[in-house]
């Protein structure tokens, strides 16, 4: 697959399964974010019935940053978003789960980060837990926000990552 290197562009890439009642959410709120200059590479593993998943289809023909990819057979996550990284475009790769909301600064401050620390290869953040309404339910702080855990990651991981406050 030959792909053309666009910089600052960033490729989100989502992994569906069953997704319908999820997925149109998740793919707008990463396109209503503040950084605009993103694809976002969805591919569809696991659609049995022959469809299309009408929702990705109808989002993709109003916006050409949506690509709309079906696996002919269910390949798993793993290998599916490993289809959809070789497919990117974009300098930097961002995973998003069909289940998934991002706030609308995600990706504003995850590159922020890498461009004020270039010896950083990867970054994320802590996660809030809403229910069917948007009420907050709960709440995980990555576990590096706490300077011990910080210190003996560096020690232990090849690459160094932050995880800046959302």
Known sequence: MSTTFHPEEVSII????KAKDTIGEAIASALNGTHRNLEILVSEDGLTDGTENT?????AGKDQRIKYYKNPTNLGAYKSRNLMIEAATGQFIAFLDSDDIWEPNKLEECLKMLKQHPEVKSVGHALRYLDKRGNKVGYLPHILQIQKNCRRFKKTVRFPGFFPQL
């Open 55 to 59: 929702v990705v289809t109808d989002m």
């Open 14 to 17: 989502m992994s569906a399964f």
